[in-house]
């Protein structure tokens, strides 16, 4: 065509020629290439010439205003052959496959309706048959390939159209094209479901008797496993419903004939594919997290655009709302992963049930995707076909509340076109080293937000509330998403004097985490957040996260960890890495240790208290505060000696480690930051009867802050001072 004229390509074998080249626009065709595609082996003599000759005569369609000697721009020679300089989007032919790759794709997440669309497109471009007027062997190999797709796209469209419940808008065009083509069962096929589903099950009956008949004239055959099944499903009044219009047009064929059937999964046909919706509600009142869901929403985009398959890992302490934070990120993606949304709570970390395995999990997610896979299946096989229905579909896959990647990963997509979001207590360094998911770690809420959050939890139960009140509850409630609802809760419950009087009503957080059990739900209770990840701990590890909650100050050392657990430092290592893999301590920017909120080292003292002995208490204290009254005694040596002449300490109980100082910076570093534990170790010795260190410790302590506010100096001044850590 130029412009809306159509141009005259001359003889049969000169258009031969053109589609030898149309069919590999922008590559060079050799010319034995083209003697094979025009002339196959019943070339003459002059092919050559002859190639030469319609080449030329071609330029001239093409280009009639070229100078006769000016390279050509269309139809380029390099030597050994030719190429047709056309972009590919001109050619109907190369269009029309196009239009059917984006449908191959569309039928796997779009929407029916969407994927008819852009079939009718496909189909429009045809005005006749396919290279009409053209001979050779390339000619009619490409036109029997055209046709043949060409003819599955309209039984396609059909098939959609009859699970979109469009069935009478299609039995007048496939009657037509079952006597044009009438040994293509599959067309037989469908005009039989229109029949039916339209309530003409005579109809359906009657064409079925039809073609049986045909089939047994002509070529002496009955007909396929599917038509046959198809028939004995109207007899029976089996045939399934049609599925609904906005569901993902995946066709799967089933049977001997090669196309789809439609019966219910089970029944020997395909599987109908739904369009999962699993996504938990929404947290009312969502508060915060806008660095967070920005982080995100840059991750997805940039793996859309690289074409990557995205797992997000989305981890933090418990209570510090990673569910939640997944859910609301989930709902504003819905519109960019038509396909579905799965959602599956992995029981990671749970009171009630141990965690999912694998194997169940797959069942669980394929039986949301429509597919009951059989019971002898393993997990293998359920991987793989979980794979296989997910690929090319727009799926979000929000796996909540994981223990170990070792779970996580049977249960990844192998396609771009999911997303799959993950939720853990534990860091899960495995989805990040080997998978290449991005982490993102939540934190306690920034004060503003756990402002806005228990605002908003007040608001609703009593109206407005004061700044220093919520200011309170926030500190109780430790900005701990969950902790701030249920403290904001349970003040408001409490009172009927009105909001004047509420500041008497705001619960401790010790108090919280023993009563904040509601009524009914235990799983709403901090201390069900936390003892679910409790249970999950080795039992060294637990004991480690016992004997810290023992531990009186906010912030503490490798060293203080491994005295109080009575271990080595490398074992003290590997078990608090445990713990800090788990979200349970964290690190301070000083690089010191401390549990990741005060909520949660009141629960670790609660179950100290519930769950071990007296004696083993008293142990473990005793241990901690001899180890701070013997390094004390050492810095007070080294900064005061002359001032402060003090007796030798006591003895030290075995295993219990001094810090030596190599000078008297480290000295006084130690003490300033020891200071506030130095202080709850007094405490401690007082309630556990640990008397020498009860009653020497004090001394220590006033003498440093005496030295400090008098400004005393320390060690003489020519006096050594080395560098670096104190040692043991």
């Keep these: 065509m130029r412009g809306d004229h159509e141009l005259d390509l001359g003889s049969p074998t000169q258009r031969s020629l053109f589609v030898a080249l149309a069919t590999r626009p922008g590559t060079s065709v050799s010319r034995q290439e083209l003697i094979n595609a025009v002339w196959g082996g019943n070339a003459p003599t002059t092919v050559e010439s002859s190639i ?4 030329a005569r071609l330029r001239r369609i093409f280009e009639p205003l070229r100078p006769p000697r000016a390279p050509s721009e269309m139809l380029v020679g390099d030597g050994t052959g030719y190429m047709l300089a056309l972009d590919p989007r001109s050619i109907d032919a190369q269009i029309f496959e196009q239009h059917l790759d984006s449908v191959r794709h569309l039928q796997r ?13 496909a189909l429009s471009l045809w005005r006749g048959p396919a290279l009409g007027g053209v001979v050779g062997p390339l000619a009619d190999a490409e036109r029997t390939r055209l046709e043949e ?33 009438p040994l293509r069962e599959r067309l037989h096929y469908l005009l039989m479901v229109a029949h039916y589903r339209c309530g003409r099950r005579a109809d359906a009956l009657k064409q ?59 029944s020997g046909g395909f599987p109908v594919f739904v369009v999962p919706a699993q996504l938990p509600r929404d947290v009312p009142g969502f508060t915060g997290r806008r660095e967070e869901l920005r982080r995100l929403e840059e991750f997805v985009s940039a793996a859309e655009v690289l074409g990557e398959a995205g797992v997000i890992l989305v981890s933090g302490a418990p209570g510090v709302g990673k569910s939640a934070l997944a859910v609301r990120f989930a709902r504003g993606l819905t519109d960019r992963f038509q396909g579905g949304q799965l959602h599956l709570d992995l029981r990671g970390f749970s009171n009630e049930a141990e965690p999912m395995e694998p194997a169940e999990a797959l069942r669980h997610l394929l039986a949301g995707l429509g597919s009951v896979p059989d019971p002898s299946e393993d997990l293998q096989a359920l991987s793989s076909r979980y794979r296989s229905l997910v690929t090319g579909r727009r799926i979000l896959i929000v796996l909540d509340n994981a223990r170990s990647a070792e779970q996580v990963r049977p249960l990844l997509p192998g396609d771009p076109s999911c997303l799959v979001l993950v939720t853990s207590r534990n860091r899960l360094s495995g989805l990040t080293t080997r998978d290449g998911a991005l982490r993102v770690t939540l934190d306690l809420m920034p004060q503003d937000d756990a402002v806005t959050l228990v605002k908003n939890v007040i608001r609703q139960a009593s109206g407005e509330a004061e700044r220093p009140l919520v200011d ?62 409790y249970r999950a701990l080795p039992a060294e590890a637990a004991e480690m996260f016992r004997l810290m909650g023992l531990h009186g ?62 004696r083993t208490r ?50 006084r570093t130690w003490f300033e930051r020891e200071l506030p534990n130095l202080s709850a170790a007094v405490r401690q010795a007082g309630a556990y009867g640990v008397c020498p260190v009860r009653e020497r410790l004090p001394s220590l302590i006033q003498s440093f802050l005496r030295g400090r506010s008098e400004g005393q100096p320390s060690v003489p001044a020519n006096s050594p001072r080395p560098e670096g850590p104190p040692s043991m």
């Design 472 to 533: 309170r509850l926030c500190q109780v409630g430790d900005y701990l998403p969950i902790a701030l609802r249920i403290a904001a809760e349970r003040m408001t419950s409490r009172f009927h004097g009105g909001i004047a009087v509420a500041t008497r009503t705001i619960p401790e957080r010790e108090e919280l985490l023993e009563s904040a059990d509601t009524e009914c739900d235990e799983q709403s209770s901090m201390r069900s957040v936390f003892s679910s990840s």
């Design 109 to 121: 997440f779009g929407p029916w309706p969407q994927v008819v669309e852009r079939l009718d497109t």
């Design 618 to 667: 008293r142990a473990a204290v005793s241990r901690l505060v001899t180890h701070y009254l013997r390094t004390a005694d050492a810095a007070i040596r080294l900064l005061y000696p002359a001032r402060y002449p003090l007796p030798p300490p006591p003895l030290a109980p075995d295993g219990v480690a001094t810090l030596r100082f190599g000078s008297a910076e480290q000295a």
């Design 52 to 55: 030469y000759t319609y080449i």
């Design 553 to 614: 100050g906010s912030t503490f050392d490798l060293v203080t960890a491994a005295i109080m657990a009575d271990v080595d430092h490398d074992r003290a290592r590997r078990t608090v890495d445990f713990l800090l893999s788990g979200h349970l301590l964290r690190i301070t920017p000083c690089n010191r240790l401390r549990f990741h909120d005060d909520m949660l080292r009141a629960y670790a003292k609660d179950r100290a208290m519930a769950e071990m002995s007296y």
């Design 208 to 266: 079925f008797h039809s073609v049986r008949r045909l089939l047994i004239r002509e070529l002496g055959i009955e007909p396929g496993e599917d038509l046959r099944r198809c028939h004995d499903q109207i007899l029976n009044g089996t045939l399934s419903s049609p599925v609904p219009a906005d569901s993902p047009a995946t066709l799967t064929s089933q049977g001997s004939g090669g196309f789809p059937t439609l019966t219910p999964h089970g």
């Design 149 to 181: 797709l060409r003819f599955t796209a309209i039984e396609d469209r059909a098939q959609l159209l009859l699970e979109a419940d469009r069935a009478g808008e299609i039995i007048g065009d496939l009657s037509g094209l079952v006597r044009t083509h």
